[in-house]
């Protein structure tokens, strides 16, 4: 069956850096891969799709890339701010999978 | 526009007991879910509904029920509660006209569940 897997450490960085998540799949590569922030106690939030044919995708400060050799997305936050501080997920919408996710914290 | 909505926000249940969990949505989706989130496990799908008067097994279905009578309502009933089903349940919706690999999912504040 197809997996996700995300780093389960936080990543701490200092605030006005650049914040990289990583996100790896097994098997086949998904035709489309999908990006959610979830703050506590709450829902997760849509951010961004990738499709298998774009390399990269942007959404403001916000970054999606996609390597089908590498089965692998990474996912960039470009001038992070505290209010950045979430965890963020991935998503595999066709097998409606989700990695586990990574807690980013920014420092002010 | 309440987007999705999921009753109660918290909820202490004694083993054995059950009980429903509500979800409404009001955006109209053809789609929606229901997952459980466990510290260490991730988000895991229970069930889904592509369309109402239809429903499917997700990764996680047993012990769990659901019914999607109409568009708007997908309520998640345990009829036996165990502790293993403490839990934090997100719903969640989406179009699923263009597609299921494209939809965005619209996820309400879940149900924080513990079952003694």
């Known amino acids: 069956s197809q997996k996700i897997e995300q780093n389960s450490e936080a990543l701490n960085i200092q605030e006005g850096k650049t914040a990289t998540l990583t996100c790896n799949y097994t098997?086949?590569?998904?035709?489309?891969l999908q990006w959610y922030r979830q703050d506590p106690g709450r829902g997760p939030v849509f951010l961004l799709l990738?499709?298998?044919?774009?390399k990269e995708k942007r959404k403001e400060r916000l970054k999606v890339t996609f390597d089908t050799t590498l089965k692998q997305s990474l996912f960039h936050i470009t001038a992070s701010q505290p209010a950045d501080s979430a965890t963020y997920l991935c998503?595999?919408?066709?097998?409606?999978?989700f990695g586990k996710g990574t807690m980013l914290l920014v420092s002010p | 526009t309440a987007g999705i909505t999921q009753a109660p926000t918290s909820q202490i249940l004694a083993a054995g007991r059950s009980m429903t969990l509500r979800c409404t949505q009001d955006m109209r989706h053809n789609a929606m879910y229901w997952y459980r989130q466990d510290l260490g496990l991730g988000l895991r799908l229970i069930h889904y509904s592509n369309t109402a008067g239809t429903t499917g097994k997700g990764e996680v279905p047993d012990g769990y029920s659901v019914s999607r009578a109409n568009t708007d309502d997908f309520p998640l009933t345990l009829a036996s509660a165990v502790p293993s089903q403490t839990s934090v349940y997100f719903c969640a919706s989406s179009d699923g006209t263009s597609g299921r690999a494209t939809d965005t999912q619209y996820f309400g504040p879940g149900t924080r569940l513990t079952v003694l």
């Open positions: 998503a595999l919408y066709s097998t409606l999978t």
């Open positions: 990738i499709r298998e044919n774009e």
């Open positions: 098997n086949y590569s998904p035709a489309y």
